[in-house]
């Protein structure tokens, strides 16, 4: 997920949410920042040969040495530390926060987290951007890599935009086999897309949200917050619909290949609640966010059986 804005308007937007945070400041709890500069930032950062394999007996290794991170914004950190910017230490997948504790220093450690794990995400990605990702991801020759990526493409202008189920298939399929040209031995790790119906009742709760949310971010689910319309009502339920089509597809397309596991839609069923929230967005992940997301990616990724 992301807010979508060209180089000539950051300013003014920035200049824009800052008069939102001030004029909500009596209702609003303080807000904690953090550098963004840190973290693993790209610039720091069948057969088996062609796509997806066969199933066979291959063995999940649940303690993995070297970790890629690819996807859009929330593994990014988007929002998690200040407005409108990435916050890579705060990543669930890669991060160095400890009060997130990622996924990459939860199987690696500290030291090794630091060495050995790339996150290769961008803010705004959709599912066709997966794979330049994955290429960059397999060039590194990682033992595990984390996918985290669909939300952009439900979160569009209008419900008529968002991605087509039989596109975002193909592109699936396409970075899977991108990865395997390049590592054909590393074992993915796919999280479902969140629940944005879950995401717009919980924000819709506060002013402050609300009003960044005219902004621009995620339109076809977060637009007129307060309409409860038939048309709104429906708009919004093709929305929820796409993205558990989309779950569906990362489902399929995932148990086709034997070193592939889907999160069995523990993303997309966690409850995201007030505090799992950014302050600066009430929709991306804050810290707290983060640390959930980090662990239910652990569970899965340490578990001896796939998510069912």
């Known amino acids: 997920m992301g807010v979508r804005r060209t180089r000539g308007n950051r300013p003014n937007t ?35 040969a062609g796509g997806p394999s066969p199933k066979s007996a291959a063995v999940w290794d649940t303690r993995p040495r070297s970790i890629a ?32 504790d990622s996924l990459a220093v939860r199987l690696l450690g500290k030291g090794r987290a630091r060495t050995h794990s790339w996150n290769l995400a961008r803010t705004g990605a959709r599912m066709a951007d997966l794979s330049g990702q ?7 020759n990682p033992d595990l890599v984390t996918v985290m990526a669909g939300a952009n493409d439900a979160c569009r202008p209008t419900v008529a935009s968002m991605t087509p189920v039989t596109e975002f298939r193909s592109e699936f399929e396409t970075a899977l086999h991108r990865l395997r040209q390049e590592a054909p031995q590393a074992q993915v790790y796919v999280m479902s897309v969140p629940n944005l119906k879950r995401l717009w009742s ?48 990362l489902k399929s397309v995932c148990a086709k290949d034997e070193r592939c596991r889907y999160d ?5 069923g966690y409850r995201f609640g007030e505090e799992q929230l950014s302050h600066w967005d009430w929709f991306h992940p804050s810290r707290d966010g983060q640390a959930r997301l980090a662990a239910l990616a652990y569970r899965g990724v340490t578990a001896k059986e796939p998510p069912s």
């Open 264 to 268: 069995g839609g523990a993303v997309f």
């Open 69 to 100: 991170a690819v996807g859009d914004s929330i593994t990014r950190g988007f929002d998690a530390c200040t407005v409108l910017s990435d916050c890579p230490e705060a990543s669930w997948a890669t991060g160095s926060d400890p009060r997130v």
């Open 134 to 140: 994955m290429a960059r991801a397999g060039a590194r």
């Open 202 to 249: 919980q924000g819709r709760n506060n002013p402050l949200g609300k009003e960044v949310w005219r902004l621009g971010i995620c339109s076809s689910m977060l637009a007129d917050p307060d309409d409860l319309t038939a048309a709104a009502t429906e708009r919004r339920a093709s929305v929820q619909e796409r993205v558990e089509e989309y779950n569906r597809v």
């Open 14 to 48: 920035v200049r824009a949410v800052a008069g939102v945070v001030a004029a909500a400041a009596l209702g609003v709890s303080a807000l904690t920042g953090c550098d963004a500069s840190g973290g693993n930032s790209p610039a720091s950062s069948g057969s088996t």
